[in-house]
């Protein structure tokens, strides 16, 4: 059964820093692996969609990468501004067609 | 008007009323979702649409009723709902069901049960 992980639960950093938020899943044979943004309160926003055949996706100041061999997923944050305080949500699309989602990442930006 | 769109924003009841949550997506989807996010825990699949068919029904106790009267259009309908099930809860769509598409999401409806 597909397990998904993120860690830190939580991270506060200073404004201007490269961050890495991490996630890991436990079966390599996934379809795809989403990265979500979720403020306090509302629902979720994409950020970026890794297909299975894709090492990585960028968006902005955003960087995703995917290596299914070892199970993992980073998003790094470049030059993070107090507007990317946030939880960061990682869902994997597997072989039984489910969507699996680790527990999120609470990130804090202070100015 | 694009994405996901979800009304009301906010929904407070009680354990007596009845109420619908309303989801319009206008991106052409095949597939419609519904979640529920309880403080703490990780999101729970609900119900899943394709093709205005009910595909999956994940356990849900029957104070929850869905509907999907077209693929753009998806309804919830609560009565005689508990305390514990005060959540937001996300609407969420595919280009279609099952397949590796991405989800979009709206932006929720907070409901606290009284």
């Known amino acids: 059964k597909q397990e998904v992980t993120q860690i830190p639960a939580a991270l506060s950093v200073p404004e201007g820093e490269n961050l890495v938020l991490n996630c890991s899943f436990t079966?390599?044979?996934?379809?795809?692996l989403q990265w979500f943004r979720q403020d306090p309160g509302k629902g979720l926003t994409s950020l970026l969609l890794?297909?299975?055949s894709q090492r990585e996706q960028t968006s902005g100041r955003l960087n995703a990468s995917l290596d299914k061999s070892s199970g993992r997923s980073t998003l790094y944050i470049a030059a993070s501004q107090p507007g990317d305080s946030a939880t960061y949500l990682c869902a994997v699309f597997g072989r039984d067609y489910q969507l699996i989602w680790g527990a999120g990442t609470k990130l804090i930006i202070k100015p | 008007e694009t994405g996901v769109t979800q009304t009301p924003r906010h929904l407070v009841m009680g354990m007596t009323n009845k109420k619908s949550l309303k989801c319009e997506q206008h991106l052409g989807h095949n597939a419609m979702y519904w979640y529920k996010q309880s403080a703490k825990k990780p999101l729970e699949l609900m119900f899943v649409y394709s093709l205005e068919e009910r595909v999956e029904n994940n356990s849900v106790p029957s104070r929850f009723s869905p509907e999907c009267p077209n693929s753009s259009h998806l309804f919830l309908h609560l009565h005689t709902l508990q305390p514990e099930d005060s959540a937001l809860y996300l609407c969420?769509?595919?280009?279609?069901?099952?397949?590796?598409?991405?989800?979009?999401f709206g932006s929720g409806t907070r409901l606290t049960v009284v």
């Open positions: 079966d390599s044979a996934i379809y795809n």
């Open positions: 969420a769509s595919s280009q279609d069901h099952p397949g590796p598409y991405g989800y979009t």
């Open positions: 890794i297909q299975s």
